[in-house]
Nanobody
């Protein structure tokens, strides 16, 4: 069955960096567009970034452009989200997504 397992979240100070990763299994990873979403307390889940099957096309939420980078390694069935210049507004649970499938999420907290 499809499984998406996120890791890499944590507590970081404003301006800091984190690298999230999502290990996928149960499907042919290289055939699917992959996304990262996030959900802050009291807010709706929102799309943060997406990446095409071979990684040649990426899309980002406007507020993270220039700070976040999505990438993938099809040999490892893994998608990454490098987050630099983190701000308090980036605090949320971050989810890996493929269509109707979701990971369990990883908490990112940006605080001094």
């Amino acid at each position: 069955q499809v499984q998406l397992v996120e890791s890499g979240g944590g507590l970081v100070q404003p301006g800091g960096s984190l690298r999230l990763q999502c290990a996928a299994s149960g499907f042919t990873f290289s055939n699917y567009w992959m996304n990262w979403y996030r959900q802050a307390p009291g807010k709706e889940r929102e799309l943060v970034a997406g990446i095409s099957t071979a990684g040649g096309i990426t899309k980002y939420k406007e507020s993270v452009k220039g700070r976040f980078t999505i990438s993938r390694d099809n040999a490892k069935d893994t998608v990454y989200l490098q987050m630099n210049g983190l701000q308090s507004e980036d605090t949320a649970v971050y989810y890996c997504n493929r269509g109707n499938y979701w990971g369990q999420g990883t908490q990112v907290t940006v605080s001094s």
